[in-house]
Nanobody, 119 residues
Framework: QVQLVESGGGLVQAGGSLRLSCAASGRTSTLYTMGWFRQAPGKEREFVARILWSGGGTSYADSVKGRFTISRDNAKNTVYLQMNSLKPEDTAVYFC????????????WGQGTQVTVSS
């Protein structure tokens, strides 16, 4: 089992920045990938970014490329999402997710943290 706790959400004006954190606990030695997803009101949950726990390779949704950066601190079992040049359309609940070795996908999810970008 892996437990995930997000923090760092809030209200920010368009053009501003926020950094989200996701602390993982439990069987973190088996982590394969950590990801960030978001869900806006009335919309499906969508992929934002992911990072390989070993090696650090990253990928991003086209909508956030060049503005968001995902990173990790293996010693702290924490993944971060630095969000710059925020837009009102980035408003959503952001979720952290974990994919363990041997699993078929993201089986562990945090409770979510609200990000609201005002125009």
């Amino acid at each position: 089992q892996v437990q995930l706790v997000e923090s760092g959400g809030g209200l920010v004006q368009a053009g501003g920045s926020l950094r989200l954190s996701c602390a993982a606990s439990g069987r973190t030695s088996t982590l394969y990938t950590m990801g960030w997803f978001r869900q806006a009101p009335g919309k499906e949950r969508e992929f934002v970014a992911r990072i390989l726990w070993s090696g650090g390779g990253t990928s991003y949704a086209d909508s956030v490329k060049g503005r968001f950066t995902i990173s990790r601190d293996n010693a702290k079992n924490t993944v971060y999402l630095q969000m710059n040049s925020l837009k009102p359309e980035d408003t959503a609940v952001y979720f952290c997710a974990a994919w363990r070795l041997g699993d078929r996908g993201y089986d562990y999810w945090g409770q979510g943290t609200q990000v609201t970008v005002s125009s």
